[in-house]
Structure formats: structure tokens, C-alpha cells
């Protein structure tokens, strides 16, 4: 497998350097890499659109890919599963990502249980999920339309109170 | 050629040149896109923020933009223009087309 293959488009915005697949927004941002025949794909929150033009390309092709923080892109970067997993779902809570990911149809929530079956993390699943869970269903009073508002929209609100649940199917199949 | 490609790179360099502009202003650090905390935040950390977006317009409010005084021949509408001032496009052509009739060019 080779990173030429991973390129989504005839763009010129896509380039690869040091075994890195980069794509140019006013700078150089690390994509994808390759590491033991497993495609890594950097979960970039800020060039969406690009991430989810990706993984449709990764998934039409059928290679086997995971999702990594950017900041793993730098080598000095301390490794730590519980940041991956984390980072998941924190973009997963976004609207960009729910939203593409969904009309894309991609299973993000297997994509995670099958990388910590892997890396055999499965145990921290479950404190990474409460933390972001807690976040998703914060509300606050706003005085001015007096009724509850969150900052997350209601279908990632309702999407999160039985996720744990879709990832524990997914533990089972 | 002033195309599409020209455009985009011409915005490039705008939004560049204002982002370098406020990163000073995060002493304190920022939070990027990915939620992670930098100290000393790049470039980079702004893609795809609030930032990013507001500056990728060319409209601005500044007065040494919006006010400036603009030549053109076509313009209808008289305002005071010191012409002796140096670097001036239309004080050049004055002079060249003054420079053509001593020589009966013109």
C-alpha cells in the first residue's frame, strides 16, 4: 500500500513528504500516514470537509484505517490511548464530523472499539465516554428566551445518551 | 492573470499577513481547533477557527483602507489631491506627457 493511492482527489492541495500524506491550507497539515500496512488518518477539526472526503476514499477502496489526534503527528508527542480515545469522541460531538459522517454512512463508534481491541484498551472506554458525555448534555439558563439551552445541538445530545450502548454491541459483534 | 488561482492566493497572503498580526496577542496561550492548549500558539493552531473565517474577507473598516484616496481618471466626483507629492501615477503621467510634447511627439 502506498500513500499515492490515499490521495481522495486530482487536487494540488494533497502532497507527500517523509511518509506523511499532507494537505495544504495555507500550511502543510498532516493527513495520513501508513504504519504496518494500517492507515492512520489524523482527525483534523479544523479542515473537516477534507477529513470526511478521506475517509469516504479509504472506505470505497476498503483498506483498514484508524483515527489519531494531530498532535501524534509529532514525534516528541508522549503516547497515550486515552487521548485517542478521547479526541473520538470529542469529534464525533461535533457537528461537522456527526453530520458527515453519518450521510457517508461510517460506523465511527466500531472504528473505535475495533482500534482499542487492538491496542487492548478496551477499560477506557467508559471514563472517556462519561467525561465528554458530561460535557454534551450540559445545559444552562438563558435568561432571555427563559428555557434551558445547550451548546450542542439535540441530535448529538440524544446521539450521546445511548452511545455506550451502540459501543457495547459493538463489543459483542 | 488575475484568475480564480491568483485570487486565492492573493486572500493566502492577506489572511496570513493579519494572523501573523494578533498571534501576539495570545500571551497567555489559546485553545486550537483540536481542543488542545498551546502556549505559544502558530499559525496553524487557527485554521478552521473563528479567526481564520473573519479574515479571509477583504471588506474592512480601517480607516487607511477604506478611506483612501483612489486616482482614477474616470472618476466623477473632484477631491483635493496634493500632487506634489512623489510616487504619484498620474503626476508621472503629467510629466511624461509634458516630456513628449517638448519633443513634439505628442
Known amino acids: 500500500m502506498e500513500l499515492s493511492n490515499?490521495?481522495?482527489?486530482?487536487?494540488?492541495?494533497?502532497?507527500?513528504?517523509?511518509?506523511?500524506?499532507?494537505?495544504?491550507?495555507?500550511?502543510?497539515?498532516?493527513?495520513?500516514?501508513?504504519?504496518?500496512?494500517?492507515?492512520?488518518v489524523f482527525l483534523e477539526c479544523s479542515i473537516p470537509r477534507i477529513v470526511i472526503d478521506l475517509v469516504r476514499h479509504l472506505m470505497k477502496i476498503g483498506v483498514e484505517f484508524y483515527f489519531l489526534p494531530p498532535s501524534w503527528s509529532h514525534p516528541?508527542?508522549?503516547?497515550?490511548?486515552?487521548?485517542?480515545?478521547?479526541?473520538?469522541?470529542t469529534s464525533y460531538?461535533?457537528?461537522?464530523?456527526?453530520?458527515?459522517?453519518?450521510?457517508?454512512g461510517f460506523d465511527m463508534m466500531g472504528n473505535l472499539v475495533n482500534w482499542c481491541k487492538k491496542e487492548d484498551c478496551i477499560p477506557l472506554i467508559k471514563e472517556n465516554y462519561n467525561e465528554i458525555n458530561k460535557r454534551v448534555q450540559k445545559t444552562y439558563y438563558d435568561w432571555y428566551v427563559n428555557k434551558e439551552v445547550s451548546s450542542y445541538s439535540d441530535d448529538i445530545r440524544e446521539e450521546f445518551?445511548?452511545?455506550?450502548?451502540?459501543?457495547?454491541?459493538?463489543m459483542i459483534l | 492573470m488575475r484568475d480564480r488561482a491568483w485570487r486565492r492566493y492573493?486572500?493566502?497572503?492577506?489572511?496570513?499577513?493579519?494572523?501573523?498580526?494578533?498571534?501576539?496577542?495570545?500571551g497567555?496561550?489559546?485553545?486550537?481547533?483540536?481542543?488542545?492548549y498551546l502556549v505559544n500558539p502558530s499559525i496553524k493552531s487557527f485554521i478552521g477557527s473563528e479567526e481564520y473565517c473573519r479574515f479571509k474577507?477583504?471588506?474592512?473598516?480601517?480607516?487607511?483602507s477604506r478611506y483612501k484616496t483612489k486616482y482614477s481618471p474616470?472618476?466623477?466626483n473632484s477631491y483635493y489631491r496634493d500632487n506634489n507629492k512623489d510616487g504619484r501615477r498620474e503626476l508621472d503621467k503629467v510629466l511624461f506627457l509634458k516630456i513628449l510634447k517638448e519633443y513634439g511627439i505628442k
Request: charged share 30%.
Open chain 1, 93 to 104: 460531538s461535533k457537528d461537522k464530523f456527526f453530520i458527515g459522517f453519518n450521510k457517508i
Open chain 1, 76 to 89: 516528541a508527542t508522549v503516547i497515550d490511548n486515552s487521548v485517542v480515545i478521547k479526541h473520538y469522541f
Open chain 1, 161 to 170: 445518551r445511548t452511545l455506550y450502548r451502540d459501543i457495547q454491541i459493538s
Open chain 1, 6 to 40: 490515499l490521495i481522495p482527489s486530482k487536487s494540488d492541495d494533497w502532497n507527500i513528504k517523509k511518509g506523511t500524506l499532507f494537505y495544504k491550507k495555507l500550511q502543510n497539515i498532516p493527513m495520513a500516514k501508513i504504519d504496518d500496512d494500517v492507515v492512520y
Open chain 2, 74 to 76: 474616470n472618476k466623477k
Open chain 2, 10 to 26: 492573493k486572500q493566502d497572503v492577506k489572511v496570513l499577513q493579519r494572523l501573523h498580526d494578533i498571534i501576539c496577542t495570545y
Open chain 2, 28 to 36: 497567555y496561550g489559546r485553545k486550537d481547533e483540536n481542543g488542545v
Open chain 2, 57 to 64: 474577507t477583504y471588506t474592512t473598516d480601517k480607516h487607511d
